[in-house]
C-alpha cells in the first residue's frame, strides 16, 4: 500500500536480478550444480579456492547467458573480461568473486511488458556472468545461537546478472518486469526462475523525487528480497519510508538495506562510508572470453520463439482472445501442447476452451508441472483426434466430456474410447424417432403444454431424449424431429 502523500512524489526503481543458470556443472568446475545436495559435497579445489586450483570456464554457462542477453534484445559482445571483485566474507573461500566488470558479456537491452496501450519499455544495462557464492547457514542447528555453519555446494554455481537503468515508476511494474523476466528464462529453459530456493534474487535500487523533477533522490539499494510476493511489499516500505523521512524534514541516507520479511520492513545494513571497494581487476587465471561470430550465429539459431511473441501469434493466428493468449503462454510447455492441438484439430477455439476448461483442471489436481507436461496422460494429438470427432458429428460434445475424462484416467486414444464404451452419437433418424416417440408418450403433459404455446417445454423433451440415450443423441436430430411431432 502506497501512502496517499506518494502524490507529490516519483518513484524511481532499478533491478538487479541475479538468475542462476541451469547448467549441470558449476561455471569454473566440473562440481554438481543439483540443489538439496547435503552439504559440502559438491565442491572441489577450485570451488573451494584451493591455492593453486584453476579454473575452466563452462561453456554451456555463456550460452546460457547469451541466450538470456539475445532476449533481452542486448548487443552481446564478442569479447568480455572476467574479472575479480575482492572481498572478504566466510562463505567466498577464495576472497573474491569471479564476475564480470569492464566489457561485460552484453549491454543495451530492453524489456517490454504490459498489454495493449499501456505498454512499457525498460532499458537494460548490462547482463553479465559471475560465480555464485556458498552460504552461511545461520538457523537450524541446536547450537545456531553460538555458531554459524556454511555450505559451499553453492559456491561456484553460474550466474546472469541483469541490470536495468532506473526506468520502473512503482512496485507493481518492477512486479510486472519480475514476471515477465522470469517467463522468458524459464521459456529458454536457461533458469528455473524458483525464488524460494534463490535460482531468482532481485536487488532493489529506490529512490524518489518531487514529480517533475529532473534530479534523481538518494537511493537505497535493498537487498534479501526472496519471493515474488515481497517485491511489491519491499518497494512499497521503502517508498514509504524515505516519504516520510523527507516529510519530517530528514535526509535520505545512500545505504544498503535488508529486507525482513518476518517484520516486513527494511532495516539498515550498512551505509556508503562502510561500503566496498572492491578492487575489480581482471582475473589473471582466466583468458578473455571471445565468441566469435560462428558460435555466436549458433546460439541466434537455437532461440525459440518467446513468450510475447507466441502471445501476439496466438491473437493474430488462431484469433485467440488476449486473456485466453495470456493464459495458453503461461509455460512454454503449455503454449507448445495447445499450439500442436489447435494445429492439428484446424480447431483453435475449440482447442483453448477444452486445455482452460478441462485440462488445467485436470493438471492442477493431478499436481502437474506445467513447466513439464510430458506426463500428462492426455496428448496434443489426444486433444485434436476428440475434437475432431465432435466436428465430425461421431460423438456429442456432451459425451466429449465423458470421453476427455476417459483419456485423462486412462491414456487410451479417444476412438478406442468411444468404441469400447459404445459412446457413438445417434444420428439415425429411425432409431431417434423411436425413442423421441416414447418420450412423448411419458410426458404427455409436456407434450399439452407445449401445444398451447408453452414454447419452454421443448427445452425439457429434447433433454429427456438426451437422457434416455445417455447423452449419445444429435440434439440437432432430436430437436428437428421434436418440432415435426409436436406440429403433426
Ligand atoms: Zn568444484
Not at 485423462?408 to 423411436?434: C, D, H, R
Request: proline share 4%.
Amino acid at each position: 500500500m502506497i501512502a496517499s502523500h506518494l502524490v507529490g512524489f516519483e518513484p524511481v526503481i532499478g533491478l538487479e536480478i541475479h538468475a542462476r543458470l541451469l547448467t549441470d556443472t558449476k561455471i569454473f568446475c566440473g562440481c554438481s550444480t543439483r540443489f538439496g545436495h547435503a552439504p559440502n559435497t559438491s565442491v572441489c579445489p577450485v570451488c573451494l579456492g584451493f591455492p593453486g586450483a584453476l579454473p575452466v570456464l563452462n561453456r554451456r554457462a555463456v550460452d546460457f547467458a547469451a541466450k538470456a542477453a539475445l532476449a533481452l534484445k542486448c548487443t552481446v559482445h564478442e569479447r568480455s573480461i572476467f574479472a575479480r571483485k575482492n572481498y572478504f566474507y566466510p562463505d567466498l573461500p577464495k576472497g573474491y568473486q569471479i564476475s564480470q566488470y569492464e566489457l561485460p558479456l552484453a549491454t543495451a537491452g530492453t524489456l517490454e511488458f504490459g498489454a495493449g496501450g499501456a505498454a512499457r519499455v525498460v532499458r537494460i544495462t548490462r547482463v553479465h556472468m559471475e560465480e555464485d557464492a556458498g552460504k552461511s547457514l545461520h538457523e537450524g542447528f541446536p547450537d545456531s545461537s553460538r555458531n554459524t555453519y556454511l555450505d559451499y555446494n553453492r559456491s561456484g554455481v553460474p550466474l546472469v546478472e541483469i541490470v536495468t537503468r532506473p526506468d520502473i515508476r512503482s512496485s507493481e511494474e518492477a512486479y510486472d518486469y519480475l514476471t515477465r523476466l522470469k517467463e522468458i528464462l524459464e521459456y529458454l529453459d536457461v533458469c528455473d526462475g524458483n525464488m524460494e530456493e534463490g535460482s531468482l534474487r532481485c536487488d532493489a535500487n529506490v529512490s524518489i523525487r518531487l514529480k517533475g523533477a529532473e534530479k534523481f533522490g538518494t537511493r537505497t539499494e535493498l537487498k534479501n528480497i526472496n519471493s515474488f510476493r515481497f517485491v511489491r511489499k519491499a518497494i512499497d516500505f521503502e517508498l514509504n519510508r524515505q516519504i516520510e523521512v523527507l516529510e519530517s524534514g530528514g535526509r535520505i541516507v545512500q545505504e544498503t538495506r535488508l529486507w525482513n520479511s518476518d517484520e516486513e520492513r527494511t532495516v539498515s545494513m550498512r551505509s556508503k562510508e562502510e561500503a566496498h571497494d572492491y578492487r575489480y581487476f581482471p582475473d589473471p587465471d582466466l583468458p578473455l572470453l571471445v565468441l566469435d561470430e560462428e558460435w555466436l550465429s549458433g546460439i541466434h539459431k537455437s532461440m525459440i520463439e518467446l513468450p510475447e511473441a507466441r502471445r501476439r501469434r496466438f491473437i493474430e493466428a488462431y484469433a485467440t482472445s488476449d486473456y485466453d493468449a495470456g493464459v495458453l503462454t503461461m509455460t512454454r510447455a503449455l503454449a507448445e501442447f495447445f499450439d500442436e492441438a489447435a494445429r492439428l484439430s484446424g480447431q483453435p477455439k475449440a482447442a483453448a476452451n477444452w486445455i482452460m476448461g478441462d485440462l488445467l483442471r485436470f493438471f492442477k489436481d493431478a499436481n502437474l508441472d506445467m513447466k513439464d507436461l510430458s506426463a500428462s496422460p492426455v496428448t496434443p494429438k489426444m486433444l485434436a483426434d476428440m475434437i475432431l470427432l465432435v466436428e465430425k458429428g461421431t460423438i456429442s460434445g456432451k459425451i466429449a466430456k465423458t470421453v476427455m475424462e476417459e483419456m485423462y484416467k486412462t491414456g487410451k486414444a479417444p476412438a478406442a474410447i468411444v468404441e469400447e464404451k459404445g459412446l457413438v452419437q445417434i444420428s439415425n433418424s429411425g432409431e431417434l424417432e423411436a425413442i423421441v416417440d416414447n418420450v412423448m408418450t411419458q410426458h404427455a403433459d409436456a407434450v399439452a403444454q407445449f401445444r398451447s404455446g408453452k414454447q419452454g417445454s421443448l427445452g425439457f423433451l429434447v433433454g429427456q431424449v438426451m437422457k434416455a440415450t445417455q447423452g449419445r443423441a444429435n440434439p440437432q436430430t432430436v430437436n428437428e424431429l421434436l418440432r415435426k411431432r409436436l406440429a403433426g
